[in-house]
């Protein structure tokens, strides 16, 4: 069974930084390309960005202030959030597979929130 645990949220005011992290299980993490999505309230979910292990690809609302990377003996997929804004307010989500396909295999975690006010 796949399980994703994401962790990391917080409240943070805009320009600051957080570090979302997510715990991988029940499939071959090292071989997978993983993804970041977020839900805004009131909004639809959207994917952010993906790794393949090999290809990193990014959603152009976070181009230059969010990076993503992966530690394969540790199962576990980082997104590195720099230079907040009111509007990066959302819950992540960690999901299988890419910006292409990650809709269609529809496995996500429970999501960590992130809150960015002054």
């Known amino acids: 069974e796949v399980q994703l645990v994401e962790s990391g949220g917080g409240s943070v005011q805009p320009g600051g930084s957080l570090t979302l992290s997510c715990v991988g299980s029940?499939?071959?993490?090292?071989?997978?390309?993983m993804s970041w999505v977020r839900q805004a309230p009131g909004k639809g979910l959207e994917w952010v960005s993906d790794?393949?292990?090999?290809?990193?690809s990014y959603a152009d609302f976070v181009k230059g202030r969010f990076t993503i990377f992966r530690h394969n003996v540790k199962n576990t997929l980082y997104l590195q959030m720099n230079s907040l804004k009111p509007e990066d307010t959302a819950v992540y989500y960690c999901?299988?597979?890419?910006?292409?396909?990650?809709?269609?295999?529809?496995?996500w975690g429970r999501g960590t929130q992130v809150t960015v006010s002054s």
């Open positions: 790794d393949s292990g090999t290809r990193i």
């Open positions: 029940g499939f071959t993490f090292r071989s997978t390309t």
């Open positions: 999901a299988l597979g890419s910006r292409s396909n990650w809709r269609q295999l529809g496995s």
